[in-house]
C-alpha cells in the first residue's frame, strides 16, 4: 500500500456521515434557491409596478 493509499484510507469519511452531509448541503442549497426565487419575485413585481405607473400616466395625459 502507497502513503497516499494510506492517507485516502485515513480520511474516507463514514457512509452515515457521508450521507448527512449530502442531505445537509442540499438544504441548504434549497435554502439558497428559495431566496433567489423570492428575489427574483420582487424584482419582477417591482419592475411591472413601475411600468403600469407609467402606462396610467401616460393614458392618463393622452386623454
Do not use: H
Not at 469519511?13 to 450521507?19: R, S
Amino acid at each position: 500500500m502507497t502513503s497516499l493509499a494510506r492517507v485516502y484510507k485515513r480520511r474516507q469519511p463514514k457512509v452515515g456521515n457521508g450521507l448527512w452531509s449530502f442531505v445537509c448541503s442540499a438544504n441548504g442549497k434549497a435554502g439558497e434557491l428559495s431566496a433567489i426565487v423570492s428575489a427574483v419575485t420582487v424584482i419582477t413585481s417591482d419592475l411591472l409596478t413601475v411600468r403600469a405607473a407609467k402606462y396610467e400616466k401616460a393614458v392618463t395625459v393622452i386623454t
